[in-house]
């Protein structure tokens, strides 16, 4: 079937109406995508001694304790640690 110029403004309108209805969700996952890719050049790998850091969660110092990751990305992948301890390691850091 050619592109028949109704069909093509159908196309267009669902285009749209699906860009509008989900440009919220996109932009908050662009957001996100790009604070993990600032956080991946942001290196804690000996900053720390978790055991004293006593704003992070139990759970969170022992994970750090026993991963050591190099980046707050990385850090931030591991299960128990959760975007508010993250905030506390870059408060800590002076970011």
Excluded at 30 to 50: C, D, P, Q, S, T
């Amino acid at each position: 079937m050619l592109n028949h110029p109704i069909n093509r403004q159908s196309e267009i309108r669902e285009a749209a109406e699906v860009r509008m209805k989900y440009k919220g969700y996109i932009e908050r996952e662009r957001m996100v995508a790009e604070k993990m890719h600032r956080l991946e050049n942001i290196k804690i790998r000996g900053h720390f001694n978790y055991e004293e850091l006593k704003g992070l969660s139990t759970e969170c110092r022992q994970k750090l304790m026993k991963i050591l990751p190099e980046t707050l990305a990385q850090a931030s992948r591991i299960p128990g640690v959760s975007p508010s301890d993250i905030n506390v390691l870059l408060v800590l850091m002076g970011r």
